[in-house]
């Protein structure tokens, strides 16, 4: 089983910077990718980046897109969500959660099969 614990969220103003982390612990998945989502209260939870064990292909969401950057320290069982510029809308708890294999759609929750309790991110205009 795995375990993930998510850290960095907090008060930014727009335009500011973040970076949230998510540590692993417990059994990983050389085979699956991580992820980040986020949910707003009252909205469905939504895709924001995703990234291959090896870090060779990254995904995006088109609202995060070249804004955000995911990586991950395989030495240390960490995955980072970068964010610059950010957004009002970019409000919402940011989750990490992992695959047990690759899945036919990594944009989708139901994907993975472990997740973080999440840490709240507050953007202010």
């Known amino acids: 089983q795995v375990q993930l614990v998510e850290s960095g969220g907090g008060l930014v103003q727009a335009g500011g910077s973040l970076r949230l982390s998510c540590a692993a612990s417990?059994?990983?998945?050389?085979?699956?990718?991580m992820g980040w989502f986020r949910q707003a209260p009252g909205k469905e939870r939504e895709f924001v980046a995703a990234?291959?064990?090896?870090?060779?292909?990254?995904y995006y969401a088109d609202s995060v897109k070249g804004r955000f950057t995911i990586s991950r320290d395989n030495a240390k069982n960490t995955v980072y969500l970068q964010m610059h510029s950010l957004k009002p809308e970019d409000t919402a708890v940011y989750y990490c959660?992992?695959?047990?294999?690759?899945?036919?759609?990594?944009?989708?929750?139901?994907?993975?099969?472990?997740w973080g309790q999440g840490t709240q991110v507050t953007v202010s205009s």
């Open positions: 417990g059994r990983t998945f050389s085979s699956g990718r």
């Open positions: 990234i291959s064990w090896s870090a060779y292909s990254t």
């Open positions: 959660a992992t695959e047990s294999y690759n899945s036919r759609n990594l944009y989708l929750p139901s994907s993975y099969d472990y």
